[in-house]
């Protein structure tokens, strides 16, 4: 999961190199993440964390996802369906990958400086998700 980051994590960073000054007008940045858990992982710490009712396969969580964005169209879900169109179990995990990289400008090849995306990462996650279920 090395494309997928938190926002806070893109905008604190984008800020640092907007307030850097006038360098870097112009340049083109890619974001990854050494320290991603794979898509695997990432999902048997989400399913512990919200109390362990199992994994479902892609093909039912995005049935599932369009049932629910089509009595809830202005939820974020309803938004991410786009994106998963057209997956199925086995090509699931590449939405997530990342591609490959060929630019200069790499924010986050430096280990340390990677958001770690473990268990109270993903709680706060759920958290999130579990509040804008509340509110749309």
């Not at 919200?50 to 009595?71: N, P, Q, V």
């Amino acid at each position: 999961m090395s494309s997928v980051l938190p926002v806070d994590y893109l905008c604190g960073t984008i800020a640092a190199l907007v307030a850097g000054g006038q360098q870097r007008v112009g340049e083109d940045y890619d974001f990854v993440s050494l320290r991603a858990p794979t898509f695997e992982e990432f999902f048997k710490v989400m399913n512990r964390v919200s109390g362990g009712k199992g994994l479902i396969s892609f093909r039912e969580w995005h049935s599932r996802a369009l049932e629910y964005a089509a009595t809830h169209p202005n939820n974020p879900l309803a938004r991410i369906t786009t994106i998963t169109d057209g997956h199925n179990d086995e090509t699931a995990a590449y939405l997530v990958k990342g591609g490959q990289i060929d630019n200069k400008h790499v924010l986050g090849l430096d280990f340390e400086s990677a958001i770690l995306v473990d268990e109270g990462y993903i709680r706060k996650y759920l958290d999130r998700i579990h509040a804008a279920s509340y509110s749309g």
